[in-house]
DNA sequence: CAAAATTAATTTGCGTACAATTTAATTTTG
DNA sequence: CAAAATTAAATTGTACGCAAATTAATTTTG
């Protein structure tokens, strides 16, 4: 059924496997991210996209929801539960902006505003497991952002 | 309150920044494949995991639901549902092995051998809105496997 | 200025992810 | 060889991630 040459059926299996996948390697990358953040947040009781969220606000506090998925690259849909258990967590507080009630700013507490200092020691911890010196986590930085900038650029044109 | 400055005090907002952060690189490329894959694999009914499931198997038909795991780094707990919906599909079929009837072997359907004509297309879509030469890619793609590999191997530790 | 359009969050529904438990089959070992 | 241990899938429960629908507030515009 596959005897005869078709006219591309000569790069198959090459190009197929899944270890030469440029997609997959991303893929697998973020997982081990995920798997290794894991136990380190586990104490503080909370899952890696909540800690994403803690560094934007420490970062810039009082943002909105928007601005917060924005910065982080998540929608509405999923950061209101998230933000529901970070609020209730007591990290966050949530408040209906006066000024335009369709708003909603997130604002750190005492609480989230504490964890800032121990978060270094998972930074520590994490840039110890990667094994990268800081120019090689540099460049793959940037690599990897000019992928996603690229990617994401060439969505509107389906 | 942190007038003061703490020992580590100097490097915080930093080395904390978001887009400072390889974790977040990672995670955000990631997403960027997601989406970027998503309206390619619309018409086929796809989701990008079940994708990924398919790229393994056209790689080797028949494994068990063990093997594909280890292959795509995902655990029975996700595989089971997803695979049954590869297989309501017509993509797959499941079969416990009458050797050992705790595994179950997955295998292609004439339909899902099919479609690894078409997943060409797909590969040569992502191919372009990535926007990286071979070899740029493959450069990415061994740092993050290096990544990756560094990162689960210090799993254990913990 | 009131109706229509837009905007920000929330909610709903589906599909991953993954830990932990359960079920069933196969090995190990006493 | 039967009880105990191990193994493979499936199931359960929690939390993303995202599209689509909903709700409420604010702008736009007729």
Redesign the interface.
Known sequence: MTTKA?P?EA???E???????????????????T???K??LDRFGLT?PQY?VL??L??QDGMTVKRIGE???LDSGTLSPLLKRLEAAGYVARLRDPGDERQVIVSLTDKGREL??E??GI?AD?G?????SLE??G???E??????R???S??SE?
């Open positions: 078709a591309f790069i198959p299996d190009a197929l496997t899944l270890g030469k996948q440029l997609c997959f390697a991303v893929y697998s990358a973020a997982h081990a991210f798997r290794a953040y136990p380190l890696y994403l560094l934007a420490w970062q910065e982080i690259g800032k200092t978060a270094f930074l994490i110890k497991a990667s094994g990268c090689e986590a460049e793959i930085r690599s990897l952002h000019q992928l996603a690229r990617l994401s060439s969505e389906n």
